[in-house]
Nanobody, 126 residues
């Protein structure tokens, strides 16, 4: 069973930065891709950034391109999301999830609702 523990969220002013971490257990980075997703109040979950296990290519949602950077440390089974120049519209709960390799370019996951971690809240004030 794959488990996720996200951390690093908080309250930050617009223009500020945060670094999110996700420790993954029961998962091998070589087997599948991984990504960060977020869910804002009243909205559905959306893919923010995904990292290909095949070649290390990173994919980003248009809204975060140039501001967010995804990375991973396989030795620590951890994936990170560095978020710079944060905007109020980035406010959401952020989650990490396994991404099938065939969906990594679209940053989509097929994980069931009961497989997600608790997420980490990011709040950006204007």
């Amino acid at each position: 069973e794959v488990q996720f523990v996200e951390s690093g969220g908080g309250l930050v002013q617009a223009g500020g930065s945060l670094r999110l971490s996700c420790v993954v257990s029961g998962f091998t980075f070589d087997d599948s891709s991984i990504g960060w997703f977020r869910q804002a109040p009243g909205k559905g979950r959306e893919g923010v950034s995904c990292l290909s296990s095949r070649d290390g290519t990173a994919y980003y949602a248009t809204s975060v391109k140039g501001r967010f950077t995804i990375s991973s440390d396989h030795a620590k089974n951890t994936v990170y999301l560095q978020m710079n120049n944060l905007k109020p519209e980035d406010t959401a709960v952020y989650y990490c999830a396994v991404v099938p390799n065939r969906y990594v370019q679209h940053c989509m996951t097929t994980m069931s609702d009961d497989s997600w971690g608790q997420g980490t809240q990011v709040t950006v004030s204007s």
